[in-house]
């Protein structure tokens, strides 16, 4: 072999590399991406099996859910607001958890700012409030509406709407604290100081720099307190009193029979919570 030859095959094993050794299929690769999907199925088939079946026609005299497939229908989206009772209690719950998201969503905002920029003893029990709410996440919710209805009745306050709002604030102020926090973990106060040498005052500087780079945690918290708030029953049975939320009133009609509205309003809520979801992702990817 020629210097030129032996050149060019040394160029040619170096740009091909080092011989790659095959390498088997390593069982993880497998059972972690199939258990996974395992889990999803699971936490889904029963939404999957109210949306199939808010489409099922009922063949009997009552107006029940039967989960015998009868065939394909429309009648029940048609007629969503047939029954008095569930319409109203439905509607109830969406200005509920609408007034409770709101006011969790401020007040545990303000409180996360609190806790993460001040420090005793300018913040004196600060380490007490931390506890009380993860105390408040942690407590069984047969306590909380056991305890919340003793105050109401200790302080003659008739049960109804704002003994649901201010029940359903108490249990969301510190999911949406806490998740407004572990936004702020890594936020950079320099950003404002520099706003502030800018001539940007208190409340400039929050709007234009603090507000927007902490929204996706907010947006966060906002919908964990929606979802609580639409989807409690224990605590809302202790206290609704003559206001009957909707998850209250499904109990209630489990006795008689479900009417097939039920699927078709529990369809629509879980279709606004992914266009929610899928909102708050958008704008979560939006912010640096």
Not at 84 to 110: E, K, M, N
Not at 272 to 279: E, M, Q
């Amino acid at each position: 072999m020629t210097a030129l030859a032996r050149a060019e095959a040394a160029e040619a094993a170096r740009r091909d590399g080092p011989p790659r050794r095959r390498r088997g299929v390593r069982p993880g690769r497998v059972i972690l991406p199939v258990y996974s999907w395992l889990v999803i199925a699971y936490l889904v088939f029963p939404i999957a099996v109210m949306i199939v079946y808010s489409f099922n026609r009922v063949t009997r005299g009552l107006q029940q859910v039967s989960f015998a497939w009868n065939g394909f229908t429309l009648q029940w989206y048609r007629q969503w607001n047939a029954v008095p009772g569930l319409t109203s209690s439905f509607w109830l719950t969406i200005r509920l958890a609408i007034a409770a998201t709101v006011v969790a969503t401020v007040l545990g905002t303000l409180l996360a700012l609190a806790l993460v920029r001040y420090r005793p003893p300018r913040f004196r029990g600060k380490t007490l409030v931390e506890q009380v709410l993860f105390l408040n996440i942690a407590a069984p919710e047969i306590v909380m509406g056991a305890s919340l209805l003793g105050l109401f009745v200790t302080i003659n306050l008739a049960r109804g709407f704002l003994t649901l709002l201010l029940s359903h604030v108490a249990f969301s102020i510190a999911y949406v604290a806490v998740t407004v926090r572990a936004r702020m973990a890594g936020f950079d106060r320099s950003l404002e100081e520099a706003a502030a040498d800018l001539g940007a005052n208190a409340w400039v500087t929050f709007r234009k720099i603090t507000l927007p780079l902490i929204m996706p945690g907010i947006l966060a918290g906002a919908l964990m307190a929606f979802a609580l708030s639409v989807d409690d029953f224990v605590t809302s049975n202790f206290v609704s009193g003559s206001a009957v939320p909707f998850p209250v009133w499904v109990y209630g009609a489990t006795r008689v029979g479900i009417p097939p509205q039920v699927f078709v309003f529990g369809s629509a809520i879980f279709m606004v919570g992914i266009c929610c979801a899928l909102a708050s992702i958008v704008v979560s990817r939006r912010q640096p």
